[in-house]
């Protein structure tokens, strides 16, 4: 058991729960157990936390205690409850899930769902040559013991150069290798946040960063990206002078899930402002590979940096394949050794043979990106193709790289969305998973890292539901009017 939710709180999650599409024709006990289901799979309600009792949730539904007995009955039916007489009831999954990388739980053998849910391509064809050729390395480290806390010198001085050609002079002593950006973050929080310290990030943001700032305790402030526009340059440095934050955690390059490029110009503002007020940034380079539209990447945050304030993080997976686990973070070389310090009691170091993998990946590079370029810019116009065909009131700003973009919807349903599209095999991640507080209803992140063909299939699936949902009770997402 991780922890308990309350009756209001699970009420603010369920927020519209009784007007799912087919309402109609399904009692209130099951469109509730169907709302927790969803909130199970789209990751906000944690598995092993503990329901709130049946009186207590019904009053804070305002509904009869009988319809949340029978919700939880079906639940433990499901398999998505376990209860304990005079203990309560944990959340829980049946039979065989893994999580995926934005959070979300999902069968394992579930072939059939277009999983839209996750942002990552499937490897490129260049991997298993790699994966051969760096078995035929392999001899030359096996004479050692294989611990490398900051990574194989072959790989950070690959990684070392391709900063340098990026304009940033950086050698391999800045470099440690880590299994992952994900990791990366984490072991530089462990490093720069005390508990409790306030993080500035991007709303919407990643939510697997936020699940890493909640991990180390950090106390969260945002600034909102605006839809079209992206960060708003004197609200974002307003909000670094105001609230001093201790780290900002930001994504300049092609944002997920908005798709926006930072300009050069708040770049070098961002950084001079950070040092102004004493604030650290964590720098996430995930997508800098992936422009398309022959659009330039503006040169690196930290080649504004001075003052060692600025951590880069990056990695394999997105230009390359998730499965790799190899990511890494681009600091000063004494922060290099504080978090090898820290990261011997963690993991120790990555995987060897993965690592030259990566080596060898890297020194195809050139041709293995343009490649991906190319697919995801394909897909991408695939993707919208079919939005402006199906779904015509949706409003997106056409990003020029990374995998994803940030549909706003024509009314506050992503969550509904979500879970209606489970039903017709079609796996969303909803808007407010990149937020706090449940906001971003009317938000949805598509990624176009599936096949072309896969991605009209899925927004005609998901235009299909959109009307249902309209045909179930449009009333209830309606703006709520102003009583003033
Ligand atoms: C912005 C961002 N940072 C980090 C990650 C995690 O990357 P990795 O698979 O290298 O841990 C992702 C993956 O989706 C991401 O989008």
Do not use: C
């Not at 849910?117 to 991997?127: D, F, H, I, S």
């Not at 051969?132 to 194989?152: F, K, Q, V």
């Not at 697997?208 to 180390?216: D, I, K, S, T």
């Not at 909803?430 to 937020?435: I, K, V």
């Amino acid at each position: 058991m991780t922890g308990q939710v309350r009756g209001v709180q699970l009420a603010r999650l369920l927020g519209q729960w009784h007007a799912l599409p087919g309402r109609r024709r399904s009692p209130d006990y099951a469109a509730l157990a169907g709302s927790v289901r969803g909130l199970l799979a789209d990751g906000r309600l944690p598995l092993g936390v503990r329901l709130p009792a049946e009186r207590e949730l019904a009053e804070a539904l305002r509904i009869s205690r009988t319809t949340v007995t029978a919700a939880y009955r079906q639940l433990r039916e499901t398999g998505h409850l376990a209860s304990r007489r005079g203990a309560g009831s944990w959340t829980m999954l049946p039979g065989n899930h893994r999580v995926a990388s934005t959070g979300l739980w999902t069968p394992l053998d579930d072939r059939e769902m277009l999983d839209l849910g996750v942002a990552a391509l499937a490897a490129p064809p260049q991997l298993l040559s790699a994966a051969r050729a760096a078995t035929e390395d392999l001899p030359r480290y096996l004479s050692g013991a294989g611990y490398h806390p900051t990574g194989i010198i072959e790989l950070r001085e690959a990684v070392a150069e391709a900063y340098t050609a990026r304009g940033l002079p950086t050698s391999a002593d800045q470099i440690m290798v880590t299994s992952g950006t994900q990791h990366a973050l984490d072991l530089v929080l462990r490093l720069a946040l005390t508990p409790g310290g306030t993080v500035l990030v991007e709303s919407p943001t990643y939510p697997n960063a936020l699940a890493a700032l909640a991990g180390r305790r950090a106390r969260i402030t945002t600034h909102g990206l605006a839809a079209d526009a992206g960060w708003e340059p004197d609200l974002l440095l307003g909000s670094l002078r105001q609230t001093r934050p201790m780290l900002a955690y930001l994504i300049p390059e092609f944002q997920n899930p908005t798709g926006h490029l930072m300009p050069a110009s708040l770049r070098e503002r961002v950084v001079a402002a950070a040092h102004a007020v004493g604030t650290d940034l964590i720098i996430d380079e995930s997508f800098v590979d992936l422009s398309m539209d022959g659009t330039e990447v503006p040169p690196p945050v930290a080649t504004y940096d001075r003052h060692s304030r600025v951590v880069s993080i990056g990695g394999m997976s997105k230009p390359y394949w998730g499965g790799l686990r190899i990511g890494w973070v681009r600091a000063s070389a004494p922060q290099v050794q504080r978090l090898a310090a820290v990261r011997v009691g963690v993991d120790m170091a990555s995987p060897v043979l993965d690592q030259l993998v990566a080596v060898h990946l890297l020194a195809d590079a050139e041709a293995i990106v343009a490649d991906r370029r190319v697919q995801l810019a394909v897909q991408r116009d695939a993707l919208l193709g079919a939005l402006a065909h199906r779904l015509p009131e949706w409003r997106v700003t056409v990003p020029r790289g990374g995998v994803t973009l940030w549909a706003e919807l024509d009314g506050p349903v992503s969550s509904a969305l979500a879970r209606a599209a489970e039903e017709v095999g079609v796996r969303l991640a909803p808007g407010p998973r990149f937020g706090l507080d449940g906001t971003l209803e009317r938000f949805l992140r598509l990624p176009f890292t599936l096949p072309a063909a896969d991605l009209v299939e899925a927004v005609g699936r998901i235009a299909a539901i959109r009307y249902d949902l309209d045909r179930a009770g449009r009333q209830r997402w309606r703006e709520p009017s102003v009583i003033a």
